[in-house]
């Protein structure tokens, strides 16, 4: 009579200097050094006996990369996860203590006990491309914040920040070359971004945004790929009580550019443009309809990505 093996969930919590894992049922532990030795050290101990059926990990913004590609690699499942959803895991679970031993085992709980899907991972050039956009966001709201108290700044004082304006743009015009480099120099993303840019309306920041940020544009059904961004709207309904849909949670960045992308849409997309005056038509507030646009957007860019076809004429008969 033979006995299945146990099905083992590994959770990692991650720091800039280390990684503490927890292996679940077994419960054992231990700690590795968030770098390309200590990962390699991870993926010895998580192929000894039996391999891991997931393994969680919370995202960071930067610190997972590393051992959430090496762990795909090796063939492995591995779920980056949103940490809030982790937290609230937590909170349910009753353990009021946090440490970085009890957050990994808390992971490896969640993933036995929720099965998060495994996440589509950017490809090896992507966090390159995430890093230029993020100092393209960090030099916007610098040059914004600048001009703010440009308005209320004395004579003196004003000088100075014009002349921190002129170099923040100047650096902005830098940064965009960069990002032109890039994108023009690689094999994988000039493709990808020619086929996102063939929709009207979608510009260079959305394009490039979606390809640093999204990378499961065209894998996923479109109902997901709207909950993934934050623009799938969410009941709010108890009882009799019926409550006002709401659209929260997501990709921060991703939802910025697409917004912008939503109105440049609107008014240059044959498609977009009919889809949204027909709303207004309806009596919806114009936040919700640009908010429908958002979708109807991502939705075209997905299949778009999925089929590997631009967009022509033909998609204006598309329902």
């Avoid at 495994?118 to 230029?132: K, N, T």
């Avoid at 996102?196 to 499961?216: C, I, Q, W």
């Avoid at 009580?241 to 109105?263: D, E, I, N, S």
Wanted: net charge positive.
């Amino acid at each position: 009579m033979s006995t299945k093996s146990p099905v083992r969930h590994v959770g990692i919590d991650l720091s800039k200097e280390r990684l503490d894992v927890c292996s679940l049922p077994d419960g054992g532990t231990f700690s590795v050094a968030n770098d390309r030795a200590g990962i390699h050290e991870l993926l010895a101990r998580l192929l000894e006996g039996v391999r891991p059926e997931l393994v969680v990990l919370e995202a960071t913004g930067k610190y997972e990369r590393l051992a959430a590609v090496a762990i795909a690699a090796a063939g492995i499942a591995v779920g980056v996860v949103n940490p809030r959803q982790a937290r609230d895991f937590a909170k349910a679970s009753g353990p009021l203590a946090k440490t970085d031993r009890i957050d990994a085992q808390i992971l490896a709980r969640f993933a036995g006990a929720v099965g998060p899907r495994p996440s589509v991972l950017p490809d090896e050039e992507a966090p390159v491309l995430q890093d230029i956009l993020l100092r393209r966001r960090q030099l916007l709201e610098m040059i914004v914040a600048e001009k703010n108290r440009l308005q209320m700044a004395s004579e003196a004082v004003a000088r100075r920040i014009a002349a921190h304006l002129r170099w923040l743009e100047k650096e902005l015009g830098r940064v965009d070359r960069e990002l032109d480099e890039a994108v023009g120099e690689s094999e994988t993303w000039r493709p990808n971004e020619e086929l996102l840019r063939s929709v009207p309306g979608v510009g260079p920041v959305l394009a490039r945004t979606l390809l640093a940020e999204l990378p499961e544009l065209g894998t996923l059904p479109r109902r997901r790929l709207c909950a993934l961004v934050g623009v799938a709207p969410f009941n709010r309904d108890s009882g009799t009580f019926r409550g006002k849909r709401q659209v929260w949670g997501g990709r921060g960045p991703v939802r910025a550019a697409l917004y912008m992308g939503a109105l440049v849409a609107t008014p240059h997309n044959p498609l977009i443009r009919e889809f949204y005056e027909r709303l207004l038509a309806a009596g919806k507030p114009k936040k919700v309809a640009l908010v429908a646009c958002m979708r109807k957007v991502l939705s075209i860019l997905n299949a778009v990505m999925r089929n590997r076809v631009p967009w022509h004429s033909a998609h204006l008969l598309t329902p």
